[in-house]
């Protein structure tokens, strides 16, 4: 399984970026799809989730400012970001994970880097 994530940019203060996690197959449809970031210094963080059935559970810090959402046929996931913060710059990574037997199973695809100009 392949991950790719894009839409980074430098955006300033209050503008909007989506970024996009394309998958090599329709790993959403049986995984959860996930966006995660992580700020210099920080740990990396769950920013939003998506689950195969299209619950939605997000970071108090960015409710009512982003959105998640899927499309099967595309096999992608996308974060629409809006109301941009300088808090919200850092590396965006996007997710895949489904719960086994074992535990999860998680797929992690590139980052994308994320700047937010005050």
């Known amino acids: 399984v392949q991950l790719q994530a894009s839409g980074g940019g430098l955006v300033q203060a209050g503008g909007s970026l989506r970024l996009s996690c394309t998958a090599s197959?329709?790993?959403?449809?049986?995984?959860?799809g996930g966006w995660y970031r992580q700020a210099p210094g920080k740990q990396r963080e769950l920013v939003a989730r998506i689950t195969s059935g299209g619950r939605t559970n997000y970071a108090d810090s960015v409710k009512g400012r982003f959105t998640i959402s899927r499309d099967y046929a595309k096999s992608t996931v996308y974060l629409q970001m809006n109301g941009l913060k300088p808090e919200d710059t850092a590396v965006y990574y996007c997710?895949?994970?489904?719960?086994?037997?074992?535990?999860?199973?998680?797929?992690w695809g590139s980052g994308t880097l994320v700047t937010v100009s005050s």
């Open positions: 997710n895949a994970m489904r719960v086994a037997v074992g535990g999860e199973i998680n797929y």
């Open positions: 197959g329709s790993i959403f449809r049986t995984n959860s």
